[in-house]
């Protein structure tokens, strides 16, 4: 509707202009040709008036030209002669009407005409022209006639004008009313709902403009376009379940083969309470114990068992698939229990893994068992590339950094994982490919190159980074951020 009043508003003032203009040189060509007339006019008189004029002056002086010039004016109507002297005084009764100065060529025999206003308001036009053959040079003859005729031809041209600015005003608001709602405002409102549909995600129902016009032709390029974007769509969401799927796996498949890493390691942890059961129940079932002694094997065999349960519901809990599930953590105690699970690993490698907390209680909105299956990852990781003895510093705190420009995140406080090692180090083309997938530097049959590229992934989805420094002789340096939890 908007549109349609704006492209007729503009039709309108082009036409409206153009009528005005029409007006205006249709007045202003009515005065010159009324003009124009009264100098044929008097050209015609200058020619027969000469010799007449000349007569009745020498017969009957001022009379008899009053006389003859009144004869005249009778052959051409509205029209008033008089005799002038153009050297004669304002006040003289021969004197013209337009000074002098108003009619520089009539002395040189031309004619002149002025247009003057008189004192009731009555404007004329005075025409002049020089008597030729005439004793004295300085007279002629003045004609005047009324502009009347021509104001009122002129009220007429602006009533004409004015009524036909009304009418076509009148045309145009119909035309708004008529093409701005049925043409094109009920269209647009059609496609501009199509295109917030489309905004919205909704691609099902298509937009149907009548006719076989641009808007027509615009509707049918937003269905095409709609069709699309929602075959385009399908085809995303398919690849990227295909795709959430397969990530899934490669994480469940990672965490199986670190699983299988620790089973070995807690096989030999269970080794220990396991004896301790066996002889305590043998003592048991000898019967050679007295009741105390019955009780307090029962107590240690009590306990070797907890210790049993706890070993392997600790394996069960960082073996089990879970979906992406939120809370707020304690990363120190995150990564207590995760030392305490690769413990018995580090052990058999001569590894000693210490957990410090530099902040005290650092808190974080993370999947508690995502991040320690990536904390187990690089700590593991660690603890291989130390080759004989050597130390794993797990250090927990807070710290004010600029993340790198792919985390698209803001300069701040960010909770941080830092696990450094003694180890062998990497090379530093090494380092610029430890997170490509299939990327390995240990040994065919030791790893498959998907634990950090999983970890990093991990790592992205709860809004965080790892930054790696490395030496190769000189260790490693593996740093988790994560957003910390706001303080409430």
Excluded at 177 to 191: D, N, T, Y
Excluded at 337 to 360: C, D, F, M, P, W
Excluded at 382 to 401: F, K, M
Aim: hydrophobic share 40%; net charge negative; charged share 25%.
């Amino acid at each position: 509707m908007k549109l349609a009043a704006k492209l007729i508003l503009i039709l309108f003032l082009a036409v409206g202009a153009l009528t005005t203009a029409m007006a205006y040189f249709t007045i202003h060509q009515q005065y010159a040709s009324f003009q124009k007339g009264r100098e044929e006019t008097a050209r015609e008189l200058k020619d027969k008036v000469s010799d007449l004029l000349t007569k009745a002056w020498k017969e009957g002086g001022r009379e008899g030209v009053d006389d003859a010039l009144a004869s005249m004016s009778l052959e051409i109507r509205q029209t008033e002669m008089r005799w002038v002297q153009f050297n004669a005084d304002g006040d003289h009764p021969d004197a013209p009407t337009a000074p002098m100065d108003s009619l520089p060529r009539v002395l040189e025999g031309k004619i002149e005409s002025v247009v003057i206003r008189h004192n009731g308001g009555e404007e004329r036009l005075h025409t002049f022209f020089q008597v030729p053959g005439h004793a004295d040079d300085r007279v002629g003859v003045e004609l005047s006639d009324s502009l009347a005729p021509l104001k009122e031809q002129e009220r007429r041209t602006v009533y004409s004008t004015i009524m036909t600015l009304l009418g076509l005003s009148l045309v145009c608001v119909g035309v708004v009313v008529f093409a701005g709602l049925q043409l094109v405002g009920h269209p647009l409102e059609k496609l501009v709902g199509k295109t917030r549909q489309i905004a919205d995600g909704d691609y099902s129902q298509p937009v149907h403009v009548p006719g076989h016009d641009e808007l027509s032709r615009l509707g049918a390029a937003l269905n095409h376009l709609s069709d699309r974007l929602c075959a385009q769509k399908q085809t995303i969401d398919t690849e990227t379940a295909a795709r959430i799927a397969a990530l899934n796996q490669l994480r469940h498949a990672d965490r199986l083969k670190t699983v299988g890493r620790l089973a070995a390691g807690i096989a030999h942890e269970l080794g220990t309470p396991l004896n301790v059961v066996s002889g305590r129940a043998g003592l048991i079932a000898n019967g050679r114990l007295s009741n105390d002694e019955v009780r307090q094997s029962a107590v240690t065999i009590k306990s070797e068992a907890d210790r049993i349960t706890h070993i392997i519901r600790q394996l069960l809990d960082f073996a089990r698939r879970t979906e992406l599930q939120r809370q707020t953590v304690d990363l120190s105690a995150l990564a207590t229990r995760t030392a305490e699970l690769l413990s018995t690993i580090a052990e058999k490698n001569h590894v000693q893994l210490n957990v410090n907390a530099k902040s005290g209680t650092v808190r974080a909105n993370i999947d508690e068992a995502q991040i320690q299956h990536v904390l187990t990852n690089i700590i593991m990781n660690s603890i291989q590339a130390i080759a004989e003895a050597g130390t794993v510093n797990i250090d927990i705190g807070v710290r004010n950094v600029t993340p790198p420009p792919d985390a698209q995140r803001d300069t701040g406080d960010y909770a941080f994982i830092e696990v450094r090692d003694t180890g062998i180090g990497m090379k530093p083309d090494d380092l610029e490919q430890i997170f490509e997938p299939f990327f390995t530097t240990k040994d065919v049959g030791e790893g498959t190159g998907l634990g950090l590229s999983i970890a990093y992934g991990i790592i992205q989805e709860h809004g965080g980074w790892i930054d790696v420094q490395s030496e190769s002789g000189s260790g490693s340096c593996f740093t988790l951020y994560l957003p910390k939890e706001t303080e409430q």
